[in-house]
């Protein structure tokens, strides 16, 4: 069954169908999720949210644009949404000071995103370390922007859409978001 | 074109955006620009770091938001109208001159039904015994999956049979055979994350010779690395038995991934089997990833046995 068939099997009511569709996107959906968020727990709340959309609002959905856009539609608003709120508590100093001297309270964070991957290790720290502060440095959209294009391989127009914008914004955070890390990374490339 | 505007679209060169004639004149630039092919480079470079932060979804994350979000639908559905007068005349709406034809279909049906009594959605979702059967089940006799066929029958004649995503849950003791072949059936259901857990719960009983030859050949022929994993992880207490070695040895020289091609290579070391060595100086001859191969040799070096030879 192609991806049309399957849709409109689903908004007829067909739970295999809704089933099949949530399985072609969901490990990407999670990826994304997973990368923008870095939390394993705030990454399920916006697959659970998404797809709770995407089930309630799929009657209403009329091909007006791919379901790929629309989907990613719903889960880019949720993940800005977090992010927007992760950037509140950001503001919370992690360094403190205490008696016995400074304590990085973000140090004793566990980290989530599947380090002990051999792949992982052979990037070197530094490098690593940088291309993370780069991106938490970015913008929400020239965030979105770049995961999108680099980690989910979305065409910019595609981005554009899904983000509410043009497929020229898209292009304009991608060049902002490439060029902070070129001037970052510079020595190491 | 003048080089910050070449630089520009370097970026979208790589991501694969521009136009065919674009592209031509990004090359052409490039080809007698030196700043801007060293640019491409830094930028192909940039992109190679890129390539090692994508992470992988972790198979027990998706497992749980997939199971979850199963019983989340399952709670949403009861809210939800099998019948939905919106899909189907969105469905109507794409063959032109069905419309006006639909519409009054659709009137007739709305007529006759209030004449009737009652309507159509009461006939539909009405109190006549409705059968719940889900989209897949596995024979516990035979440890078979098969596909069930919703059947119904109602005195009314209306029925309605649907597949609903649901859990489906069993309970018994580990050592049920019943439930051992229903996990062990498991195994090979076309969900990943299905078969993970079926791993999961099987990694206990590896003693058990079928199992561990089911993991085997998991861990051996299964297309999804996480589930490849999961079994590497429960075939580990068994790294010296002669069979698991044997597949170890296979993995570590053919599977794709070097997450597993890497865990492969220390349990393989931990077996101190005397083929080890052997399976190690073939790695050194094969491997083009770096750490994979300063693995082997660190391992070599551990057993004092040769690795400068390659």
């Given at each position: 069954m192609d991806e049309e068939a399957l849709i409109r099997a689903a908004q007829a009511g067909d739970h295999e169908a809704f089933e099949r569709l949530v399985k072609q996107y969901d490990s990407s959906v999670l990826r994304l999720a997973t990368n923008l968020l870095r939390s394993e727990e705030d990454a399920y709340d916006v697959y659970q949210e998404a797809f709770l959309r995407v089930f309630r609002n799929l009657p209403k959905f009329r091909f007006d644009c791919s379901f790929n856009t629309w989907l990613y539609r719903i889960v880019n608003n949720l993940?800005?949404?977090?992010?927007?709120?992760?950037?509140?508590?950001?503001?919370?100093?992690?360094?403190?000071?205490?008696?016995?001297?400074?304590?990085?309270?973000?140090?004793?964070?566990?980290?989530?995103?599947?380090?002990?991957?051999?792949?992982?290790?052979?990037?070197?720290?530094?490098?690593?370390d940088r291309i993370r502060a780069v991106l938490d440095g970015l913008t929400v959209r020239e965030r979105m922007v770049f995961e999108l294009r680099h980690f989910q391989g979305m065409r910019l127009k595609e981005i554009g859409e899904s983000l509410g914008t043009t497929e020229e914004a898209a292009k304009n955070c991608l060049f902002r978001a490439t060029r902070k890390l070129r001037s970052e990374l510079g020595g190491l490339l | 074109?003048?080089?910050?505007?070449?630089?520009?679209?370097?970026?979208?060169?790589?991501?694969?955006?521009?136009?065919?004639?674009?592209?031509?004149?990004?090359?052409?630039?490039?080809?007698?620009?030196?700043?801007?092919?060293?640019?491409?480079?830094?930028?192909?470079?940039?992109?190679?770091?890129?390539?090692?932060?994508?992470?992988?979804?972790?198979?027990?994350?998706?497992?749980?938001?997939?199971?979850?979000?199963?019983?989340?639908?399952?709670?949403?559905?009861?809210?939800?109208?099998?019948?939905?007068p919106v899909a189907l005349w969105q469905s109507i709406g794409s063959i032109p001159w069905l419309k006006p034809t639909g519409a009054l279909a659709l009137l007739a049906v709305g007529f006759m039904s209030g004449r009737i009594g009652g309507g159509v959605s009461d006939r539909l979702?009405?109190?006549?015994?409705?059968?719940?059967?889900?989209?897949?089940?596995?024979?516990?006799?035979?440890?078979?999956?098969?596909?069930?066929?919703?059947?119904?029958?109602?005195?009314?004649?209306?029925?309605?049979?649907?597949?609903?995503?649901?859990?489906?849950?069993?309970?018994?003791?580990?050592?049920?055979a019943r439930m051992r072949n229903l996990l062990l059936a498991a195994i090979n259901d076309q969900d990943p994350a299905l078969r993970v857990d079926s791993i999961d719960l099987l990694q206990h009983r590896c003693s058990d010779e079928t199992v561990r030859r089911a993991l085997l050949t998991a861990l051996k022929s299964d297309k999804n690395s996480g589930v490849r994993l999961k079994a590497l992880d429960a075939l580990r207490p068994y790294a010296q038995n002669p069979e698991t070695r044997v597949v170890l040895a296979g993995v570590v020289l053919n599977d794709n991934s070097p997450t597993i091609r890497a865990q492969a290579i220390d349990l393989l070391v931990q077996s101190r089997g005397t083929d080890v060595a052997s399976t190690l100086q073939e790695v050194l001859r094969r491997e083009e990833n770096p750490y994979i191969r300063e693995r082997s040799v660190n391992a070599l070096r551990a057993m004092k046995a040769s690795a400068g030879t390659f």
């Amino acid at each position: 069954m192609d991806e049309e068939a399957l849709i409109r099997a689903a908004q007829a009511g067909d739970h295999e169908a809704f089933e099949r569709l949530v399985k072609q996107y969901d490990s990407s959906v999670l990826r994304l999720a997973t990368n923008l968020l870095r939390s394993e727990e705030d990454a399920y709340d916006v697959y659970q949210e998404a797809f709770l959309r995407v089930f309630r609002n799929l009657p209403k959905f009329r091909f007006d644009c791919s379901f790929n856009t629309w989907l990613y539609r719903i889960v880019n608003n949720l993940c800005v949404d977090y992010l927007r709120r992760k950037r509140v508590r950001r503001t919370e100093p992690s360094v403190l000071e205490t008696e016995e001297g400074s304590v990085d309270r973000l140090a004793s964070v566990p980290d989530t995103r599947g380090f002990a991957d051999p792949e992982r290790r052979l990037l070197s720290q530094e490098v690593h370390d940088r291309i993370r502060a780069v991106l938490d440095g970015l913008t929400v959209r020239e965030r979105m922007v770049f995961e999108l294009r680099h980690f989910q391989g979305m065409r910019l127009k595609e981005i554009g859409e899904s983000l509410g914008t043009t497929e020229e914004a898209a292009k304009n955070c991608l060049f902002r978001a490439t060029r902070k890390l070129r001037s970052e990374l510079g020595g190491l490339l | 074109m003048n080089c910050e505007t070449i630089k520009d679209l370097l970026v979208l060169l790589n991501c694969g955006e521009l136009s065919f004639e674009e592209e031509e004149t990004v090359e052409s630039h490039v080809e007698s620009c030196t700043a801007c092919r060293a640019e491409r480079q830094r930028l192909q470079r940039l992109d190679a770091f890129l390539e090692l932060e994508t992470t992988a979804v972790p198979s027990d994350l998706l497992a749980r938001c997939r199971r979850d979000l199963r019983a989340r639908l399952a709670r949403e559905a009861p809210h939800r109208t099998w019948f939905s007068p919106v899909a189907l005349w969105q469905s109507i709406g794409s063959i032109p001159w069905l419309k006006p034809t639909g519409a009054l279909a659709l009137l007739a049906v709305g007529f006759m039904s209030g004449r009737i009594g009652g309507g159509v959605s009461d006939r539909l979702m009405g109190p006549g015994p409705v059968q719940l059967s889900s989209a897949h089940s596995v024979s516990a006799q035979t440890g078979t999956p098969t596909e069930a066929e919703p059947t119904t029958a109602s005195p009314e004649g209306s029925q309605v049979s649907y597949r609903p995503i649901t859990q489906t849950q069993s309970a018994a003791e580990p050592n049920d055979a019943r439930m051992r072949n229903l996990l062990l059936a498991a195994i090979n259901d076309q969900d990943p994350a299905l078969r993970v857990d079926s791993i999961d719960l099987l990694q206990h009983r590896c003693s058990d010779e079928t199992v561990r030859r089911a993991l085997l050949t998991a861990l051996k022929s299964d297309k999804n690395s996480g589930v490849r994993l999961k079994a590497l992880d429960a075939l580990r207490p068994y790294a010296q038995n002669p069979e698991t070695r044997v597949v170890l040895a296979g993995v570590v020289l053919n599977d794709n991934s070097p997450t597993i091609r890497a865990q492969a290579i220390d349990l393989l070391v931990q077996s101190r089997g005397t083929d080890v060595a052997s399976t190690l100086q073939e790695v050194l001859r094969r491997e083009e990833n770096p750490y994979i191969r300063e693995r082997s040799v660190n391992a070599l070096r551990a057993m004092k046995a040769s690795a400068g030879t390659f």
